[in-house]
């Protein structure tokens, strides 16, 4: 089953996208490169609750 899931910019906190990903098969957080648009740099955006 997916879930919609949204992901935090690591470094300001801004919530910038939202995606799906599959829990049953990957329990872990999940962690991207994204491009922040506050940062106006590539960054590491991080699962949120």
Known sequence: MQKK???AC???GSRN???FHN???NTER???KKF???CNAH???RETK
């Open 5 to 7: 899931i949204v992901l």
């Open 43 to 45: 960054t590491e955006h």
């Open 17 to 19: 996208y939202s995606t």
């Open 23 to 25: 829990k049953e098969t």
């Open 36 to 38: 922040c648009k506050y």
């Open 30 to 32: 999940l962690e991207v």
């Open 10 to 12: 690591s470094k300001c």
